[in-house]
């Protein structure tokens, strides 16, 4: 639930006029076909046209177009293209506007969309080896806010449930809150067929930390991929992240996903802070029994949330999480 309409004005938006944070259509141009990027790096694309690959170049004039993002095509991107002399290759005359995205702000560089136009996020973290612990739970709960404010539909995934069983009562606490959770084991085919059943007919984006098993359970869900993975001795060390550029994959006709390179610490991207509350469904709505109407729940008297942290019933790490996002830590 929002707060008063005069709140709204200070930022704080209603789930329902998301949508219009997204610039509008621009008007369709004659000619071309549409397509979706497969691959893309900084001006080159693989864009998927009624299932033939075309080999695209962004047209010059856009490359000098003025933008926020570092990419300016990126994987799940829809773009016109016109087919060029030679067999299988074509430019990019237009990136179409993007329905959802998948982004993270980094210090001193610009912006990165990770996948444009995915419905939902499956947000992958380890039982054990990277072990969930209370830096590795906060990265999944910005994870969660990034990607509903990007229109990304959440799905947690506990992957390597083989090496730790008792990892499920750490997630638990998600599928408690209302968070759809599937525990898998890319190792031993645990969960794989409900994992696939969720993924399935949805375009979606594998994200998380490096060495979780991302691209481990793509190739469980779909041997012929044969997707490179990390080496345990490998992804052990710091800095080593075995997938290093975004790609879609195909898991059925209608059914893709998108592997990402792993996540260290994400920083949170366009997410003003009078939002954060609605991506924690235990805060969400609670500002109307605080004193103060536009309670952020940090210092504030008389504050419910802040009530509740301390009667057990909202949960001090996810609090915490919740007061880091929003002092922008
Ligand atoms: N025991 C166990 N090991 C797994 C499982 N899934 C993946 N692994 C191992 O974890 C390591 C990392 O797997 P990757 O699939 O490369 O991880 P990733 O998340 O794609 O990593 P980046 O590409 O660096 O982001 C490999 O050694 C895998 O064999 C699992 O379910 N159980
Ligand atoms: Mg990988
Ligand atoms: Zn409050």
Known sequence: MSRSPK????????????GKKLPPPPPPREGGEVGRVIRAQSNRADVEIDGKLMECTLRGRMRLEERKEANPMVVGDLVRVFP?????????????????????????????????????????????????DSYQLYQLDKLLVQAQSGQLAPLIC??????????????????????????????????LEELRERLHGKLNVLCGPS??????????????????TGEVSDWTRKGKHTTTRAEMHALGPETWV?????????????????????????????????AD?????????????????ESGEISERRYESYRSIVQGR
């Open 211 to 228: 060495g979780v098993g991302k691209s481990s359970l793509l190739n469980a869900l779909h041997p012929g991929l044969q997707i490179r």
């Open 84 to 132: 060029s002399r030679e067999e299988g290759t074509g430019v990019v005359e237009e990136v179409l506007p993007r329905k959802s995205v998948l982004a993270r702000a980094r210090t001193g560089k610009m912006p990165q969309v990770l996948a444009a136009n995915v419905d939902q996020a499956l947000i992958v973290f380890a039982a054990a080896l990277p072990d969930p």
């Open 293 to 309: 109407p536009n309670c952020m729940h940090l210092d504030e008297g008389n504050c419910e949330v802040r009530r509740r942290v």
């Open 7 to 18: 709140k709204a004005v200070a930022g704080r938006s209603d789930k329902s006029d998301k």
């Open 258 to 290: 998108v592997d990402t390179p792993g996540i260290r610490r994400l920083e949170l991207w366009e997410v003003p802070k009078e939002e954060v509350e609605e991506y924690f469904p235990e805060i969400e709505g609670l500002w109307e029994q605080c």
């Open 158 to 191: 506990c992957n390597k449930i083989d090496l730790r069983p008792e990892s499920r009562e750490v997630f638990d606490e998600y599928v408690n809150l209302g968070f759809p959770v599937v525990y898998t084991s890319a190792k031993a085919g645990i969960g």
